[in-house]
């Protein structure tokens, strides 16, 4: 019977000598920042009042600015962590190694078996090097008095008719690229801009004594 009381003693203190203190049994496992630009981060995994205390405040500045990476982790009733935004988790989940971020390959050069080759910039007329521009031929033609005279330019150019006191001028543009041309008119002279037919722009002439 005595031998059956010690050995249920014993028993029931190995399951109380079994059952350590939570807080001074946990460990976190952290990044500690070093002052190595080729190794910034050392795992190491001390308990949480290690943590708490020295390693919540650690900064180091031998690299970079930068601290510690910690985990959420819990001591004295409060939860901490440390740096642990996608950044911070990504070293932490490599081994507390910075992750090597490949680059893309770049893409093929351009030729003619490409699909990638930017559309070449617009030419102006006074472009050298660019093929000559379409040209048509715009027909210029005041009545009272009468009076025609044709300018070839280059197509769907813009025309703008701008009235003087005893004349038009006639202007047209193209990008940075402008002519022009110079018409007699009197105070109730019609000017008219046509090609091929079709009415581009017209004015009449500005009245007497301007």
């Known amino acids: 019977m005595k031998k059956l009381l010690t050995a249920a003693l014993g028993v029931a203190m190995l399951g109380v ?3 350590p203190a939570f807080a001074s049994a946990e460990h976190v496992t952290i990044c500690h920042r070093t002052g190595s630009a080729s190794n910034p981060y050392v795992q190491i995994s001390p308990s949480a009042a290690g943590v708490y205390n020295g390693h919540l405040a650690h900064e180091q500045v031998g690299n970079g600015a930068g601290g510690d990476i910690i985990p959420p982790f819990g001591y004295q009733g409060q939860t901490y962590s440390k740096n642990w935004d996608a950044a911070g988790q990504a070293i932490w989940d490599n081994g507390c190694n910075v992750p090597v971020v490949t680059p893309p390959p770049p893409p093929p050069p351009c030729g003619p078996n ?4 930017p559309p070449p910039p ?6 050298q090097g660019c093929p000559p521009p379409e040209l048509v031929r715009y ?3 005041t009545t009272m008095p009468k009076y025609q005279t044709h300018v070839r330019w280059v197509a769907d150019a813009h025309i703008r008719i701008v009235r003087h006191c005893h004349a038009f001028v006639v202007k047209f543009t193209s990008g ?5 041309v110079r018409v007699f008119s009197k105070p109730r ?3 008219r801009v046509k090609s091929d037919g079709v009415l581009l722009a017209s004015a009449i002439g500005k009245a007497q004594g301007c």
């Open 17 to 19: 000598t079994m059952t």
């Open 114 to 117: 490409t699909f990638n080759c």
């Open 122 to 127: 617009p030419c102006e007329i006074t472009d």
């Open 139 to 141: 027909r210029v033609f």
């Open 176 to 180: 940075t690229a402008q002519t022009a």
């Open 189 to 191: 002279t019609f000017i």
